[in-house]
T-cell receptor, first 113, second 114 residues
């Protein structure tokens, strides 16, 4: 069966510090991978998605970037965090098909102070 | 631009009651609609996926329907239990983006009282 992992589970970082969140998927090959952010009162927002190694699409302009160095690894990064980057970050995967069901990881709670 | 709305935003019911959660979307050009459950501080658990060609899906006490032409979906929960308390999110995968994007509603927070 497929499993999706995210770490760390929680993170408190000062403004201006760098960020690296990691997501890995087990039990599947060539998945589509997604990063979402859930901010209070704003619902879930898609940040990035990837259909293959090195292929990243950005949905919103922001202070963040994403990379996919391996087939089942997706990384969310920032060089300098802003207060507005605080939120709950969720990674998801689906089979590489437009109508594929999406499965979510446990999330990372990021607080920027 | 696709917009997804969920009504009500919050719902409190006594244990054992049958209930319906509503989801509406503005653009009927969708691949599918997915219902999720989210417990506080946790990730999303997929409950049901309805492809655009389907009318409903069932899993245990849950039944989800889809009326694509009217832009509506309902999630029916039978014989509710306190363990059903959570936020329920509806999302549609529309034709935007090269692999389709999930557009989420803001959720319905359900509380089932013992």
């Amino acid at each position: 069966s497929q499993t999706i992992h995210q770490w760390p589970a929680t993170l408190v970082q000062p403004v201006g510090s760098p960020l690296s969140l990691e997501c890995t998927v087990e039990g599947t090959s060539n998945p589509n991978l997604y990063w979402y952010r859930q901010a209070a009162g704003r619902g879930l927002q898609l940040l990035f998605y990837s259909v293959g190694i090195g292929q990243i699409s950005s949905e919103v302009p922001q202070n963040l970037s994403a990379s996919r160095p391996q087939d089942r690894q997706f990384i969310l990064s920032s060089k300098k965090l802003l207060l507005s980057d605080s939120g709950f970050y969720l990674c998801a995967w689906s089979v590489s098909r437009r109508d594929g069901e999406q499965y979510f990881g446990p999330g990372t709670r990021l607080t920027v102070t | 631009k696709q917009e997804v709305t969920q009504i009500p935003a919050a719902l409190s019911v006594p244990e054992g009651e049958n209930l319906v959660l509503n989801c509406s979307f503005t653009d009927s050009a969708i691949y599918n609609l997915q219902w999720f459950r989210q417990d506080p501080g946790k990730g999303l658990t997929s409950l049901l996926l309805i492809q655009s060609s389907q009318r409903e899906q069932t899993s245990g006490r849950l039944n989800a329907s889809l009326d694509k032409s009217s832009g509506r979906s309902t999630l029916y929960i039978a014989a509710s239990q306190p363990g059903d308390s959570a936020t329920y999110l509806c999302a549609v995968k529309d034709y935007g983006g090269s692999q389709g994007n999930l557009i989420f509603g803001k959720g319905t927070k359900l509380s089932v009282k013992p």
